[in-house]
């Protein structure tokens, strides 16, 4: 049981490149997100899908695609990369679906792609 | 919209010490809050969860507390280790909405010294 997995662990890109960060979970979760987290601040969410089939905005969506592939892979593309996305990119997953989450639903979160645009 | 602050960002502190870790949030009508750790390029890791009708949570020589109505919550490490040296986060989880999302705070840093 390998909990969430990211793909790659870093990364670096030139302005204006793309790439696809990949997400999978074993744990037969609903929800799937994608976070970032940068320097001094919070985890901040950028999409999230609360079941297989369906996505939607976080807080900083702006220069994101997703895909949820199906109820295990969810992945983060990136269509033309700026310096600004810089960051530590987090996916997690929890058991059910976010709108109808029970006080004691918890995410469970991969190690991290770690994202340098220069 | 939901703000969560936890001072101080960072603490070193000697083994052995009790401490505390603060976390205050800006709008009462919560869900549930969670601390996690986070370790140096790793992910997050549960540490509690307090549901808001609950007062506490326990675990090990953890002990997270909740005070909705003044918008806090603390986590105690009783009798600190080396190996507790981790930044912590504290998330809150909204109670209005279809999108019961988390809201991070940006962490404590602590250090516990040898």
């Known amino acids: 049981n390998a909990g969430v997995t990211q793909t790659p662990k870093f990364q670096v890109l030139k302005t204006g490149q793309s790439m696809t960060l990949q997400c999978a979970q074993d744990m037969n979760h609903n929800s799937m997100y994608w976070y970032r987290q940068d320097p001094g601040m919070g985890l901040r969410l950028i999409y999230y899908s609360a079941s297989e089939g369906t996505t939607d905005k976080g807080e900083v969506p702006n220069g994101y695609n997703v895909s949820r592939l199906n109820k295990r892979e969810f992945s983060l593309r990136l269509e033309s990369a700026a310096p600004s996305q810089t960051s530590v990119y987090f996916c997690?997953?929890?058991?059910?679906?976010?709108?109808?989450?029970?006080?004691?639903?918890?995410?469970?979160f991969g190690p991290g792609t770690r994202l340098t645009v220069l | 919209k939901q703000e969560v602050t936890q001072i101080p960002a960072a603490l070193s502190v000697p083994e052995g010490e009790n401490l505390v870790l603060n976390c205050s949030f800006t709008?009462?009508?919560?869900?549930?809050l969670q601390w996690f750790r986070q370790d140096p390029g790793k992910g997050l890791t549960s540490l509690l969860l307090?549901?808001?009708?609950?007062r506490e949570q326990t675990s090990g020589r953890l002990n997270a507390s909740l005070d909705k109505s003044s918008g806090r919550s603390t986590l105690y490490i009783a009798a600190s280790q080396p190996g507790d040296s981790a930044t912590y986060l504290c998330?809150?989880?909204?109670?209005?909405?279809?999108?019961?999302?988390?809201?991070f705070g940006s962490g404590t840093q602590l250090t516990v010294l040898p």
């Open positions: 998330a809150v989880r909204q109670g209005s909405g279809s999108a019961r999302q988390l809201t």
């Open positions: 997690a997953s929890s058991p059910t679906s976010s709108a109808w989450a029970t006080s004691t639903d918890t995410q469970y």
């Open positions: 709008d009462s009508a919560i869900y549930n």
């Open positions: 307090i549901q808001s009708s609950q």
